[in-house]
């Protein structure tokens, strides 16, 4: 298939509207895993009628060919290809490139790859200094959102969106820089020097190095620590429609450069419905055990209407069974945390929470269970991640998500800009009084 066949639907058939004395047929669509869609492109010419759907549950955005999910079967393909292969056969590299470019690279376009985003690690010189600017609590998803959208004054040579050349260098110097500027915001909090990066280690030991050693000791790259951020880093990488790339999609569909969509992602990524569940995850689990592990209490609390407490890491706008991600991040956990001898009782309380809950009626009837926020953060808390830290990893897992979706966005021959409708329900025309008689 071509790219732009990659934006097909089947036609079929329709399905009918009665309003009022009208009867209009809208078009039926299916993609080709046999998702259904009324076309309703013509509909407020046709009846004058808007839709409404609050948060977009019932709505689709666009076509896309990148990621597949099933909700009620727990399935997530990249490309076509099960996230569960991918996690056990790639790496988050290989991954990058196959959400962007749309295929697994070969080894020649593999290496290729890999020495590109090798060559952009650093950051401007004059970008170390704004983090003199920041305050030393300045939490990192904040860093990571000001920097990023701050590349843009950089290099303003490679901003034009419709010229593939300065939009593959910008590809490179995303995926490239985003690993350090996050390690540096780290080293801020914490009063120690920036570690430049190193190119001779690979992207997950990079970062690694970047946030751990200092210029006083060469930090040892423990390797299970390295595959199970690179594991992390893959399971995070993309979810079709989710609320930070629908943001990057909205911003990038003003033609706004690469750096300001991504910027904006960040943003929207850090809320903690969002992807800011994971540090507001081990809060929660921390709590809990600070509690006396008393999970039934936090259970009952999140069922309480009145109370709005909400078990973190818990629940999926798509997925009504277990997230598959939930069940790798899990399993790597377990590995881990026994291959480390690591006792974190956060793991325990967790999956008693786990059990718990999915034995729990207002749970089960509700089809809410982990999700990939759920476990990640007790592996981030085993290579000694800081939890403001978490989400940042996130969005570092997500980058190549943000970017194939973006991209796809500009090469779909029926982009728009983003502008949605809405129904009013204000005040009606009225006169202004002049104050002296307000
Ligand atoms: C991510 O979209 C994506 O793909 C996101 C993501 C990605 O990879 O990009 O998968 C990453 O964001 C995962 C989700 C991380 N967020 C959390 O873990 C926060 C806790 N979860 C929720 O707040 C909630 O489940 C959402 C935000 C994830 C989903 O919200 P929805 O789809 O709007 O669901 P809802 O709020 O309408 O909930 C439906 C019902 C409600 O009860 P009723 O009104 O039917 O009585 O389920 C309840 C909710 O109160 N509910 C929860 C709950 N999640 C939903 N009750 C208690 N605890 C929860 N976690």
Redesign the pocket.
Known sequence: MTASDKFQTQDVGTARLTYGDQEIELPLLEGSEGERAIDISALRKMTSLVTLDE?F?NTGSTRSAITF?DGEKGILRYRGYPIEELAAHCDFIEVAYLLIHGELPDSEQAAAFRSGIRHHTMIHEDMRSFYNGFPRDAHPMAILSSVVGALSTFYQDSMQVDDPEQVEISIFRLIAKLPTIAAYSYKKSIGQPFMYPNNDLDYCENFLHMMFATPAHEHMIDPDFAEALNLLLIV?A????????STVRMVGSSNANLFASISAGIGA?WG???????E??VSMLEQIAADGGNVKKYVDM??D?NNS???????????KNF?P?AKIIRACCDKLLSKLNIDDPLFDVAQELQEVALKDE??VE?K?YP????YSGVIYRAMGIPVQMFTVL?AIG?LPGWIAHWRELHANPGKRIYRPRQIYTGDTERKVVPIEQR
């Open positions: 948060g549950v999910l995070h993309d979810h079709e429609q989710n609320c930070s790339t990524l903690p419905l969002h992807g800011g569940a994971n507001a995850c999140a069922k209407k407490f909400r078990l973190m890491g818990f629940g999926h706008r798509v997925y997230d991600r207002y749970f509700r809410l999700n990939v926020d759920f996130f997500r």
